[in-house]
């Protein structure tokens, strides 16, 4: 699965926070293919999104906090009724559109990984 790439690119080496880690970012990598897959809805990714990074925030590496405070921050963002002109402007989405771009940032962050594996 594509996720398996990503979340190679989120642990890092260090073994210590590797293990740290890794229930955490199952955890939240499990929640959005589950979204993306469309087997859960906005608001039942809010809820559990939030709660896991919530719990684990400021604990774990910088890139892994940064990634998924990213995913957060468009969270925020992303409305589940009709936008309007002026809230597009400020950089409010769908859940719809916050699905396609959710796929392109993972897909992306896969595919860097897979790319830093093969360049040797």
Excluded: H, P
């Excluded at 990598?29 to 990714?45: A, C, D, G, P, R």
């Excluded at 969270?75 to 009709?82: A, F, H, K, R, V």
């Excluded at 962050?109 to 093969?118: C, D």
């Amino acid at each position: 699965m594509w996720l398996g790439g990503l979340k190679k690119i989120i642990i890092g080496t260090n073994k210590n926070e590797k293990l740290m880690n890794e229930k955490f970012i199952n955890e939240l990598l499990q929640s959005l293919n589950s979204y993306i897959k469309e087997e859960i809805s906005f608001s039942t990714l809010e809820t559990i999104f939030y709660d896991v990074f919530v719990e684990y925030e400021g604990r774990v590496e910088e890139s892994t906090d940064n990634f998924f405070s990213d995913i957060c921050e468009k969270m925020d963002y992303t409305s589940l009724g009709i936008i309007t002109k002026e809230e597009k402007s400020f950089g409010w989405v769908t859940d719809v559109e916050f699905r396609i771009w959710l796929r392109k940032t993972l897909s992306y962050r896969a595919n860097l990984s897979r790319e830093s594996n093969t360049i040797k």
